[in-house]
């Protein structure tokens, strides 16, 4: 699972595929969910960033 990190929010998907401009993200049974183009992108992070057990800080 990954997660889009834009200006608006976030949005999850289980894979994506790059394209010229931008990321495109699907679900887990393959459907499309969104296009976001590069220049929106903050990250794309996988879920294993937030496991609940790590702390960056201690």
């Known amino acids: 699972m990954f997660r889009a990190i834009l200006p608006e ?3 999850h998907c289980d894979r994506y595929d790059h394209a010229d401009d931008g990321v495109e993200l699907y679900d887990s049974d393959d459907r499309f969910i969104a296009f976001v183009p590069y220049s929106n992108l903050h990250a794309l992070l996988n879920e294993d960033v ?3 057990d790590e ?3 201690m």
Request: aromatic residues 12%; glycine residues 12%.
């Open 9 to 11: 929010g976030q949005i």
């Open 55 to 57: 702390r960056s800080i």
């Open 50 to 52: 937030y496991a609940e």
